[in-house]
């Protein structure tokens, strides 16, 4: 089922990606294997500079990449590789990274989730000007706080952001790990539209769809059964915007089997970090034959880990899971919606001794299967205390309706939204509620809040996020946080057709 109409963005991006995959086919012979799976391979993890600054350097440019065997696509890079380089930086340690902007187009790096001071925040327009091609940007800040963050383009993000600029950027507590581990990787989420495969069921609905809520992700929601009956353009009508035809999913810049396995030992306690960096999808990573025990939410510590079967994860959020190799054997750790490990997101897990084992096939669906949500952990109180005044603002979410890309917060599209203002040490509480048909994962910049309530529900110790999924239809969240860090901060939804639409609002710290 092809889109019966597509938005002229979309339609550029995808033949950009068609007419360089089809020149490219074959041509490429790129280093097999995800490097960023490799802990500690990283060329731009740099070296101390004068005065005990690190210095990094990062060069945004055009870049052929071989998605899957035969799947050359033409992408954007950070140094060449998709994710770009692993940072692993100290909590607190002073930083400069040195952008260089090769690309025909202008740039900008966003560090997402991380307490940068407000100029180093990477909004074109906001926090500075668009870094123009040839041209170098610099980067300076403290790395704070601890925890599993990452790197992306802030420019035209429905198109840089799917074209490959993006990476992980990993704080390394200057003391002790609330949880220890063996060995580790990092693995960076991500959806495709390349013109070449069947496109994708949609998971518009976020996390409600996967936990078969409203939504249903086995195809019960509405807005599917309306795709199912009605072709694709007609289910986009009802149920929002247009959607790119996104038809290949990669782990680590690889579709399988160009995936680079795990190895891991038996009785080893191995610690995963998730990252959807997908500019629409939400994802429901499991691993064959093991449960995972959730132990930070969006680089923020549990109180003590919690066992699920999947987690679902929407874009721009970050789970660390621990695993606990008890079973040896050959698994695939893969997502669950429907399509999505056909597509390419599947990768071996290799007990040593048992490369040559078979994997039992990945299992569509999560019928029966505990899922983490969100007042299932319990947060630690890792934010800084308030000091000033209570502010509350209510954010209604709306758009999509009738195919539009028109998205809204209060019935405004930004540069016309209300901004929130407030002040440095203030408790600020955002109330979102969600009258569409799509989720929305909505991303604060510059500090964490607590996730108060979900669904009218109030959790009992909040967990600690910067991103948070408003699920569809009428779905609610509370969020708090102490206003620490002043200056003009986005609050956006993080599917980039959704802010590119409107949904974006500041947050003004004074
Ligand atoms: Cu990760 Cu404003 O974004
Ligand atoms: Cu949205």
Redesign the pocket.
Known sequence: MEAAAVTGSALSRREFLRASGQAGLGAVALAAGGGALLPGRSGATGHPGSGGVREISLEAREVRWELAPGKVIKGMAYNGQIPGPELRLREGERVRIVLKNSLPEPTTIHWHGVDVPNSMDGVPGITQKPVAPGQTFVYEFEPRPTGTRWYHTHFQEHRQLDLGLYAPLLIEPAGPDPFPFDREYTLVLDDWATGTGRPLPSTREGTAGGRGGMGGMMGGGMGRMMEGMMGRGMGGMMGGGQHPAYDVMTINGKAFPASQPLTVREGERVRLRLINASADHTHVIRLGGHRLRVTHTDGNPLLQAMEVDAVPIVPSERYDVLLAAGRPGAWFLYCAEPGHAVAGEQVLVLYEGHERDRAEPPVEGVAGLTLWRYDLGRGREVLPPPSGQERTFDLTLSGGMMGSEV?TINDERYPHTEPLRMRKGDRARIRFRNMSM?A?PMHLHGQSFKVLAVNGQRLAAPIVKDSVDVEAHMGSVVIEFTAHNPGDWFLH?H?PM?MEGG?ITLAKIA
Do not use: A, L, S, Y
């Open positions: 998205w799509e929305h939804c599917k959704h949904m």
